[in-house]
T-cell receptor
Framework: AQKVTQAQTEISVVEKEDVTLDCVYETRDTTYYLFWYKQPPSGELVFLIRRNSFDEQNEISGRYSWNFQKSTSSFNFTITASQVVDSAVYFCALSGRNAGNMLTFGGGTRLMVKP | DAGITQSPRHKVTETGTPVTLRCHQTENHRYMYWYRQDPGHGLRLIHYSYGVKDTDKGEVSDGYSVSRSKTEDFLLTLESATSSQTSVYFC????????????FGPGTRLLVL
């Protein structure tokens, strides 16, 4: 079985602070993919990033960056200089062949960015 | 944005009544999925489809059935709704299931009284 844990249920920061959302996963697959999705207050789910298990390079996209470390089974997400528009629930997810390639989601982290 | 619509967007129903939710896509993607979202659980897979008339169960399939008679439509039916099925339901699509990214519809909020 595969599992995704997002231990931080809620985080509150003040605008312009940096914030890191943690994601820890468990899987028996050697080939798997990790994802992050954003769910703003409007409710839709927005895809942010997909990484495969063979690519441990960190990725940066504007104010967003992702740190993938296989040694600790973590795929953490950092927002630099947070903005009010970053307020949302963020989900980490995992898919692997042994789970039929189905997505397993973490419980989500609610980020509140205050002005 | 992926062309995915869900209908209805909101529904209130009574325990014991049948309910059908519809997911429609314009992307011609082969794979379609139904998830439910509940506080503290993230999203959990109910059923998925890998082609017309080809469906399979997910993690929380009890009490739900699905049908796919056309590539673009995937229906989720609650045969006899229960209060435990009060949730937000999301449809998703992907080109393949080989760890491809899934894109989600806007969601349907269902309240079973």
């Amino acid at each position: 079985a595969q599992k995704v844990t997002q231990a931080q249920t809620e985080i509150s920061v003040v605008e312009k602070e940096d914030v890191t959302l943690d994601c820890v996963y468990e899987t028996r697959d050697t080939t798997y993919y990790l994802f992050w999705y954003k769910q703003p207050p409007s409710g839709e789910l927005v895809f942010l990033i997909r990484r495969n298990s063979f690519d441990e390079q960190n990725e940066i996209s504007g104010r967003y960056s992702w740190n993938f470390q296989k040694s600790t089974s973590s795929f953490n997400f950092t927002i630099t200089a947070s903005q009010v528009v970053d307020s949302a629930v963020y989900f980490c997810a995992l898919s692997g062949r042994n789970a039929g390639n189905m997505l397993t989601f973490g419980g989500g982290t609610r980020l509140m960015v205050k002005p | 944005d992926a062309g995915i619509t869900q209908s209805p967007r909101h529904k209130v129903t009574e325990t014991g009544t049948p309910v059908t939710l519809r997911c429609h896509q314009t992307e011609n993607h082969r794979y379609m999925y139904w998830y439910r979202q509940d506080p503290g659980h993230g999203l959990r897979l109910i059923h998925y489809s890998y082609g017309v008339k080809d469906t399979d169960k997910g993690e929380v399939s009890d009490g739900y059935s699905v049908s796919r008679s056309k590539t673009e439509d995937f229906l989720l039916t609650l045969e006899s709704a229960t209060s435990s099925q009060t949730s937000v339901y999301f449809c998703a699509i992907s080109e393949s299931t080989d760890q491809e990214t899934q894109y989600f519809g806007p969601g349907t909020r269902l309240l079973v009284l």
